[in-house]
């Protein structure tokens, strides 16, 4: 067993070594062969100590005076992520979030791939996405079971999510995605990952609302006739 997969990685570290992979595909296709931590960490939105701590979880990997070799950090990664070998997957809910995860070439390039694509609406049905044959949700099981898939994606609306969830872990499937605005309740022996992004984006206003709110002058009446403008 590797040094990365012997140590016990932490979620969030796992989150930000998923980033740094990234970036450095995208390092790796402008032609770079090495990288400063400093470059590295400045390009996935961290500072250096977290950075260094977050690669400590791989064993040495960068040279004093040289940084990083792109290519082989990049192989570190892949491999302390699971992503030496494609992960088969299955998505529900072909409406346009579904169709443009399905669509997306990018997954491929990371391992995952999908092998099956699901949706209740018999127009859908047929259809070709991202090079696969949409197929009703009635087959869900028997697509699970012939594929191995590993990771289902649920883009359902949320009132039918929780039980398009049941059926995946009833199939077999241990990890999920969910896109779907709604908590799912598994088994502890399933992940689930939730992407909101009402969430996000309610979180994006707020933070673009403090930056207006320091930037703008307050006014505030001290006598008649005279107004002081005090900066936040």
Same mark, same amino acid.
């Given at each position: 067993?590797?040094?990365? /997969?012997?140590?016990?990685?932490?979620?969030?570290?796992?989150?930000?070594?998923?980033?740094?992979?990234?970036?450095?595909? *995208?390092?790796?296709?402008? *032609? /770079?062969?090495?990288?400063?931590?400093?470059?590295? $960490?400045?390009?996935? *939105?961290?500072?250096? #100590?977290?950075? /260094?701590?977050?690669?400590?979880?791989?064993?040495?990997?960068?040279?004093?005076?040289?940084?990083?070799?792109v290519a082989g950090l990049r192989e570190? @990664?892949?491999?302390?992520?699971?992503?030496?070998?494609?992960?088969?997957?299955?998505?529900? *809910?072909?409406?346009?979030?579904?169709?443009?995860?399905?669509?997306?070439?990018?997954?491929?390039?990371?391992?995952?791939?999908?092998?099956?694509?699901?949706?209740?609406?018999?127009?859908?049905?047929?259809?070709?996405?991202?090079?696969?044959?949409?197929?009703?949700?009635?087959?869900?099981? #028997? @697509?699970?079971? $012939?594929?191995? #898939?590993?990771?289902?994606?649920?883009?359902?609306? #949320?009132?039918? $999510?929780?039980?398009?969830?049941?059926?995946?872990?009833?199939?077999?499937?241990?990890?999920? @995605?969910?896109?779907?605005?709604?908590?799912?309740?598994?088994?502890?022996?399933?992940?689930?990952?939730?992407?909101?992004?009402s969430v996000e984006l309610q979180v994006?206003?707020?933070?673009?609302?403090?930056?207006?709110?320091? &930037?703008?002058?307050?006014?505030?009446?001290?006598?008649?006739?005279?107004? $002081?403008?005090?900066? &936040?």
């Open positions: 067993m590797s040094e990365s /997969r012997s140590r016990v990685i932490p979620e969030a570290t796992v989150a930000r070594l998923a980033v740094y992979l990234r970036v450095l595909a *995208g390092l790796a296709g402008d *032609g /770079r062969s090495h990288v400063s931590s400093g470059e590295l $960490a400045t390009a996935a *939105g961290v500072n250096p #100590a977290g950075l /260094r701590k977050d690669l400590s979880y791989l064993g040495p990997c960068g040279v004093r005076g040289v940084g990083y070799s570190r @990664l892949t491999t302390a992520l699971g992503g030496e070998r494609s992960r088969p997957c299955v998505l529900v *809910g072909i409406g346009r979030l579904g169709a443009a995860l399905a669509d997306y070439a990018g997954f491929a390039s990371r391992g995952f791939q999908f092998v099956g694509l699901l949706d209740a609406d018999p127009r859908r049905v047929g259809e070709r996405v991202g090079g696969c044959t949409v197929r009703p949700i009635d087959e869900l099981e #028997a @697509l699970v079971a $012939a594929t191995a #898939a590993a990771i289902g994606v649920i883009t359902t609306p #949320a009132d039918v $999510a929780q039980s398009v969830c049941d059926r995946l872990v009833a199939a077999g499937v241990r990890s999920i @995605l969910n896109f779907a605005p709604v908590a799912l309740t598994v088994p502890p022996d399933v992940d689930v990952r939730k992407v909101d992004l994006l206003a707020f933070l673009d609302e403090q930056r207006d709110g320091a &930037r703008a002058p307050a006014t505030v009446p001290v006598a008649a006739g005279v107004v $002081a403008e005090v900066r &936040r």
